[in-house]
Each structure stands twice: as structure tokens, then as C-alpha cells.
């Protein structure tokens, strides 16, 4: 008895010696942690070998392909059905389009966010990446499954609607009559910067730690902010921002015409990502000098030698 006594006692002193990481929630305050803040920035290691023995990672794999062939089978027929409409008071023009695109934006985030995150798009993951919020095994997954779910969907549209998918341009992204090419690709960086920085926004774990309504808000932001870029871009570009419904679309349609200026669907969508993860992570979240300062401080030696190097101001 008195062993085990002894035992439980250097038990309890162990666990009591661990670090905390949080506390819990006491008199209605926030939980905190031992750097003293009320959040905790989940960074994921860029090759996680671990994750392949999770069913839940190919789980997350299987939403993100079926939340891409939902995605853009609703998306292009409500294109194509739009098109097909030729008296002015059939339908309501570009908001037809802008609403079917920001409304599964939201249906799909809301469904799949629990599961996979709800990316569907290969330039958010791509952005996350950048910003070591998914590792690289799970980003190329999820791109893989993305594109293929794409595609899928867009045949799916194409044999449901084979007697007008041709006729009407099949869904597909092109320079609209009338713009530069350096017009589409700023409408293709500007409409990708607006959705990863929006996704960043609402996805901020400093956030949501301090604003209970945020979490709840995130897949309505996301998905209103998309239609907002479609209003302003389709009369350009008929709007990409997402590679992998470009991609689709152009590969199911297969028409020379449409691969001429195909790039600007890929560049400007992964430029656009690229800035908005580098400008939210750097100057939002101050990630440049929260840099500058961990470099002086790992290297003191260096501000002491400029110090010294100073002229030293001469006695009167």
C-alpha cells in the first residue's frame, strides 16, 4: 500500500510538472495558454508521412472530389442554362450565375468544412500551403481530387445536356471580346486575391478564438465574397479563379479556341493566391516583423558590432 502511494504520488508530481498548454474556461473568460495568448497558430510540418495511415485523411480526399463534381456539375448547367435562355425576361442575367457560384461556395464549405476544410479550390490549397495550414502530401491530394472531381462533374454536364453543351460554349473560361489579355489575367490575379484573402479572414484562428460569431460566419463570407467576384468578372473572363473548374471545363469541351489563352486561368489564379497568403501572413498577421525581430535576437552579436562600428559623437 505504501508503494503504490509512493507511485501515485510521483505520478501526480509528473503530470503536475508537464507544461500547460490551456486552461479552462473559468468565470466566462477566454482560454489561455502559456505564451499568454487566448489562440494557437496550427502549423503543420511540410511532409507529414503520418497522415497516409489515417482513414480520416482519405476521407478528407474523397469529400474534396465529391464537393468538386457537385461543385461545377451545378455551376456549368446553371451557365449553360443561362445561355440557353434568349428572351430578356427569361432569367436575370449574370446574377443567375453569380448566385449559383457563391451559393454552393457556401453549401459545400458548410458541408465539407468539418471533413476535409472544404478547400474545392486548388488555389485556396495552395494558398494554405503557402501559409502551412496543410501539408504538401495532403495539398497535392486534395489538387488531385479536386481536378478530378471537376472533371467529373463537367462530363456529368455534358451528358445530361448534350444537346446544348456544345452550342453554348459548354461552361468554359475565355477573354470576352473587347479586353486585353492583361486585362483578364489582373480580373483573374485581383478576383483570387479578394477569395484567399477572404478565406484567411475567416478562417483566422486569432479570430476565432475571440469572436464567437466567426466560425458560424465563415462558409457565408466565403461563398458571398465569390459571388461578389462574379459579378465583376464575368463580363471579362466568364471568372475563373479556380483551376480546376477552368481545367474542366476546357477538357470536357476540348475546342482549340479555348486552350489559346488557357494559361491566364492558371496563372492568374495562383499569382492571386500567392499575394493574398504573402499579405495576409506578413502584413496582417505582421509575419514580417515578428521575422525581424527573431533575427536580432538569435543575433546579438551583429547590432553590438554596428554599434560599435558608429562614430562616436567628439567632447566639446
Known sequence: MALSALASIEN????????IRRTKKMSGQRQTHRNGKDYVDTLV???DMAELKLWSFYRAIIAEFMAALLFLYVTVTTVIGQKKQTRPCDGVGLLVNAWAFGGMTFILLYSTAGISGGYINPAVT???LLAKRVSLIRAVCYAIAQFLGAICGVGLVKALMKPY??????GTNSVALGYSIGAALGA???GTFVLVYTVFAATD???LARDSHVPVLAPLSIGFAVFMIHLATIPITGTGINPARSFAAAVIYN???VWDDYWIFWMGPLAGALAAAMYYQYIIRGGAIKALKSFRNRHPHQRIQAQQQQPQPQPQ
Open 12 to 19: 501526480d508530481r509528473a503530470r503536475l510538472s508537464r507544461p
Open 45 to 47: 510540418p511540410l511532409v
Open 126 to 128: 495552395f494558398a494554405l
Open 165 to 170: 453543351y456544345y452550342s453554348l460554349g459548354g
Open 188 to 190: 483573374e490575379i485581383i
Open 205 to 207: 484562428p486569432k479570430r
Open 255 to 257: 475546342n482549340h479556341k
